[in-house]
């Protein structure tokens, strides 16, 4: 076991989530009274759904063709935050749907991540929010490409545990 608990579990099975499963993750965010769903605009929610709706589901496909399957775990988290916050496939709440798809997948994968620190989360979202502005535009051909965002959520993944046992 190493020191994060990732030992060599790794993601392999990406039968789960589908497209629609990732599109209806973000609806239900957009559904939650908690957690404003903000675009900035003065969007009506049936707008936003269509607009979350009409992603396409080929370029939701792509996180799973091109997913780095060697990778170690911690890298593997990284790459699927960066992909989804990066190429922000949603009007909103691209992070919310990446942590809860993130959990989905490994939890298929029988790997079993406890809750991860609120705070920590938080700072992570909050200077992941910041680096998406500086870097260039993440593409369907740069979804798993090293970044700086990438960088912020390895560090934040190997600060944490990933599983429990």
Not at 8 to 33: C, G, V
Not at 60 to 65: G, H, N, S
Not at 67 to 95: I, S, T, Y
Not at 107 to 136: C, F, M, Q
Request: hydrophobic share 30%; with cysteine; glycine share 4%.
């Amino acid at each position: 076991m190493t020191r994060n608990g990732t030992d060599q579990r790794r993601i392999t099975d990406l039968s789960t989530p589908t497209p629609e499963a990732i599109k209806y993750r973000n609806t239900q965010f957009l559904r939650d009274p908690e957690h404003p769903y903000e675009t900035g605009l003065d969007d009506d929610p049936e707008r936003l759904r269509r607009k979350i709706w009409n992603v396409r589901n080929g370029d939701l496909r792509r996180l799973f063709r091109q997913f780095p399957v060697q990778e170690p775990l911690p890298r593997q988290c990284a790459h699927w935050v960066h992909a989804v916050v990066g190429k922000h496939f949603f009007p909103d709440a691209n992070h919310r749907t990446a942590i809860a798809t993130l959990r989905r997948l490994m939890r298929h994968n029988d790997i079993y991540p406890p809750a991860w620190p609120v705070d920590r989360l938080r700072t992570a979202r909050k200077e992941s929010h910041t680096i998406r502005g500086e870097v260039d535009p993440i593409r369907l051909d740069t979804l798993y490409r090293r970044d700086r965002l990438h960088d912020r959520w390895y560090e934040f993944f190997t600060a944490v545990d990933l599983t429990t046992d």
